[in-house]
């Protein structure tokens, strides 16, 4: 595999390990745990023509990523792109979050360089494991000058993906990621890198501080009878903001109408999202609809996907910031 252009000198790359199902093997209880080192995934992957650097940063399934380990993550991947020596970073994480970690690293990434997020499907002690090939090529990604300006980037199967839109479709399958509203925006094959498309992104947000590690920022959903309990709950536990998970294009009813009319007037955040995995948010409809809960103060998250709403405000709010309309404009 290509890992640069002809005539260019070899890049450097450092990966960062996180855990997740690229890291996991059966453990005596039956169930995988991350348990493999960065250093151990870089032998299985084979060699790439790149000049790689390991760094461990945490051995942990993305279902237990919390704000802290997300913010950790960050930090590092900033100190790495700060280097000169260094060409690009790759994240080894868990494909359950990795939607979130990506969308998050893109909010506050601001160099050139590529950041590439990868991972598996397949435990690293399956026979048919799909992480050493994924890990090849989110290298030979990094190192690629085509990937440069694009921000953080998903390498998964062969297939390149622009973290701000990206989002896990499937449980199981070897190819888990779609962009919502999109496709992939480039391919990884033999003969290199292909970046086809490329992101228009939005100024990055200031890097994140400890605020961000508490900042608690809830998704409810609607569906038939649903009433305002778990909205109510979520701001007595402390919740900043909560984000609605409308049916269709954002609609709501009529006791989730009232409640966003009172939590709005006492201070709290309101984003309206849908529960539908692809479209946008689209005020049609009255009656307790998205046009009744935006007109009651609802922020209206647009084609963001659901939980990359989610961490937007999270990061908007843990840097003081006062969310309303014109902040989110950029990032819809």
Request: glycine share 10%; charged share 20%.
């Amino acid at each position: 595999m290509a890992a640069r252009d002809a005539g260019e000198r070899a890049a450097r790359v450092i990966v960062l390990a996180t855990g997740g199902t690229i890291a996991s093997a059966a453990t005596d209880g039956g169930g995988a745990v991350a348990q493999r080192t960065a250093a151990e995934l870089l032998k299985a992957a084979g060699p790439a023509g790149v000049d790689v650097q390991a760094n461990d940063l945490m051995k942990v399934g993305s279902y237990l990523m919390t704000h802290r380990d997300m913010r950790t993550i960050a930090a590092a991947v900033a100190a790495e792109v700060a280097r000169e020596d260094v060409h690009g970073v790759v994240v080894t994480h868990g494909t359950d979050t990795m939607e979130e970690t990506g969308y998050l690293l893109d909010l506050v990434h601001e160099s050139e360089k590529p950041v590439v997020l990868t991972g598996a499907q397949r435990s690293s002690d399956a026979a048919d494991t799909d992480g050493p090939r994924n890990l090849r090529e989110a290298i030979t990604v990094a190192a690629s000058p085509q990937a440069r300006g694009c921000g953080v980037l998903i390498s998964f199967a062969g297939k390149v993906f622009a973290a701000a839109r990206t989002r896990k479709f499937h449980t199981l399958t070897p190819e888990p990621f779609a962009t919502a509203g999109g496709g992939p925006i480039g391919r990884v094959s033999a003969e290199g890198v292909r970046i086809t498309t490329r992101p228009v992104r939005p100024d990055p947000l200031p890097p994140l501080d400890e605020r961000f590690d508490s900042v608690r920022v809830d998704v409810v959903p609607v569906y038939p009878n649903a009433d305002a309990a778990l909205a109510e709950a979520a701001v007595a536990a402390g919740a900043q903001a909560v984000v609605l998970a409308g049916s269709g294009a954002g609609n709501g009813n009529h006791a989730m109408l009232a409640w966003v009319k009172e939590a709005v007037r006492t201070g709290t955040v309101v984003g309206l999202s849908t529960r539908v995995p692809d479209g946008p948010v689209v005020p049609i409809y009255g009656n307790g609809g998205a046009v009744d809960l935006v007109a009651a103060g609802a922020l209206n998250l647009g084609a963001v996907p659901l939980f990359h709403a989610r961490m937007l405000l999270a990061a908007l709010l843990s840097s003081g910031a006062e969310v309303d309309d014109v902040l989110l404009a950029p990032y819809l």
